[in-house]
């Protein structure tokens, strides 16, 4: 069963940069990770994922700011967020699940099995 620490979080002015830290154990195989956010009220929203095989998915909103990497070492995947804004103020969660047959990861959260306790970002004005 997979395990996930999500680390980074925390409180930046406009424009500022963070990285988000997920620290995995226990992944699959063939996995996929990803980064969702939400805002109270609102729907968690997909931000990135990465696959074992190497594909990525950056969402539109946040392409061009926002990237997806990872240390196979350790294991742990990143969130690398520049230029942040007001916007992407949000609980940034990590989540892992199994991939199937797909040649690249599900933005559904409902397609995740595991998921980490969440990191805050708040981005000031």
């Known amino acids: 069963q997979a395990h996930l620490v999500e680390s980074g979080g925390g409180s930046v002015q406009a424009g500022g940069t963070l990285r988000l830290s997920c620290a995995a154990s226990e992944l699959p195989a063939r996995y996929c990770v990803a980064w969702f956010r939400q805002v109270l009220g609102k729907e968690r929203e997909a931000v990135a994922n990465?696959?074992?095989?190497?594909?990525?998915m950056i969402a539109v909103s946040v392409k061009g700011r926002f990237t997806i990497s990872r240390d196979n070492a350790k294991p742990t995947m990143y969130l690398h967020m520049n230029t942040l804004q007001p916007e992407d103020t949000a609980l940034y969660f990590c989540?892992?699940?199994?991939?199937?047959?797909?040649?690249?990861?599900?933005?559904?959260?409902?397609?995740?099995?595991?998921w980490g306790q969440g990191t805050e970002v708040t981005v000031s004005s």
């Open positions: 990465i696959a074992d095989n190497g594909n990525t």
């Open positions: 989540a892992a699940t199994s991939r199937t047959f797909a040649t690249s990861c599900a933005t559904a959260p409902s397609s995740y099995s595991y």
